[in-house]
């Protein structure tokens, strides 16, 4: 059954998108990933224009996170002022964000700048959590925080000023890796369009040290507030949010994305770090092949605009 | 001719104002396509008859060619770039930029257009998908003939560049016909329908009409208020999209 999109003005499969909008979801509600990473590379194949693919996955964010957000915030799983702290970087990053991506959009070079950021942050994080989670399975299976914060433990992120308490978190730390961290993110957020949940989740558990338990709700509290901004950002400067497309996403997203947590759940979570690990290093290598494998069509255009 | 018309089997009554030239009558079968949310294509078309001045049918023996041309009255500024390989990475390299380029372009002629009229006379009517007049944009210098071709071959693949020659068919001495399919992703606007009569490589006359395609209902009011209310549909998009996130969750927390 086909439905035409007002905005990307194509003809789309209503299950199809539906069915695509529930898998993203699922993803989203297990590990806490906006699912933005995948879900763009998927609506461009299926011929949605780019500029619609990236404005419009930020709206499905917003639903999933918003539904993910309050399953977890109910069993205690959010870290309102890590959050806010993450949040706080993020809307700087992502102000630095949008300059940097006009430059390399008026460059030509966009593209392979989005693809090249894939490979490297999804190579690395994908990499090191694969063999982080690997260990930890081979050595009896315990979990990172338990295996790693030992009582009293210092790190080198524990010596800097500013600090301050996360309860939730246990934590007592600086807030300036928080913040630096959180301008990483809305770099990413507005540069690559997603939500930055596959580095933010891999960094609050590694760097700062955080309960994996608390890590996903909070990390998906924070990018409810930073697809928000970015799709009106995108709906004022473009024009490319379709809200069909848009509402066809969310009604698979939201529900997928309570299965997700629901299955999330059963899985240990070193397992579960496992399998993020793998999906996002099978995305990197997708992407990495593209960039190496000759094109079929070497030209591409793009529309500056009616005479 | 109205009886010829008629006799189309197109209906007559279909036809929606036929523009009268000096020997050439055409006319379409739609002059407005409205776009709803099960829009996926449709088919128009477009037919006409040719006769004498006098008002009588063609003598057997006169030939005549027909070329039907739709294409988008806005045109576009394209941006064309090309990989190339830097070290192990395909990157884009040269760019061009061109203007003049037609949105949408279909063109279907009776026979091959190198045997209708030769290469400067179809270059006067922009005749042919190698023939459409892409000039290099105000700024960018002219580049090497591959880079127009390459708008040509993507504008192809997306199916709204097509060219048929022979797909216009003569009924009798003088009454011909067109099928024109139009895409989904045929992009709203009007598109201007020209049929051009040739006999003996000159254009002997033309008819112009315009065919209006436009969103209706839902798909027009949402498409309106992105472009005239940007700010306000942001934020209605996004709140919107909160409370289904809030409402999927409430939902399911009843549901255990």
Known sequence: ?307 | MRAILAALGVAAALSVGPARAEDLAAGISRDKIEITSSFTGTDIVVFGAIETDEGTALPATEVRDVVVVIRSDKPYLVTVRKKDRVGPIWMNREERSFAGVPGFYFLSSTRPLREIAAADVLDQFELGLDRIALGPAPGSVGGPREFREAILRTKIRQDVYAQHEGAVSFLSGSLFRTTVALPPNVPAGNLKVIVYSFSHGQVTSSSSMTLFIDKTGIERRLSDFARYEPTLYGIVAVLLSALAGFLASLAFRQRH
Request: positive net charge; charged residues 10%.
């Open chain 1, 1 to 307: 059954m086909q439905i035409y999109l007002p905005i990307a003005e194509m003809p789309v499969n209503i299950f199809l998108i539906i069915g695509l909008g529930a898998a993203v979801g699922f993803l989203s509600g297990m590990f806490g990933v906006g699912g933005g990473f995948i879900l763009t590379p998927f609506l461009m194949f299926w011929g949605i224009p780019p500029a619609v693919a990236v404005a419009t996955q930020s709206t499905q964010i917003v639903a999933s996170s918003v539904s993910g957000v309050i399953t977890h915030w109910r069993k205690g799983n959010v870290d309102f002022k890590m959050g806010g702290v993450l949040l706080g970087g993020g809307l700087v990053g992502s102000v630095l964000g949008i300059q940097v991506f006009n430059a390399l959009k008026a460059a030509g070079q966009a593209d392979l700048f989005i693809s090249l950021s894939y490979v490297i942050f999804l190579g690395s994080v994908g990499g090191l959590m694969f063999w982080e989670s690997l260990q930890t399975i081979r050595h009896g299976g315990s979990s990172v925080g338990s295996i790693r914060r030992e009582p009293g433990g210092h790190y080198w992120v524990h010596g800097w000023p500013l600090k301050m308490r996360f309860q939730r978190s246990k934590l007592y730390i600086s807030a300036i890796p928080p913040v630096l961290l959180g301008v990483l993110i809305g770099l990413l957020t507005v540069i690559m369009g997603v939500g930055g949940g596959f580095i933010l989740i891999p960094a609050m558990i590694y760097l700062l040290r955080m309960p994996t338990s608390i890590v996903i709700g909070t990390s998906l509290f924070q990018i409810i507030f930073l697809a928000a901004f970015s799709t009106l950002l995108h709906a004022i400067t473009n024009q490319s949010v379709d809200a069909i497309l848009a509402a066809l996403l969310i009604v698979g997203g939201v529900f997928g994305a309570q299965f997700g947590i629901r299955y999330g759940e059963r899985l240990r979570s070193d397992w579960l770090r496992l399998c993020l690990a793998a999906l996002v290093l099978m995305i990197c290598l997708r992407l990495g092949f593209d960039l190496v494998w000759p094109p079929a069509d070497p030209f591409n255009l793009s529309i500056e605009g009616v005479e």
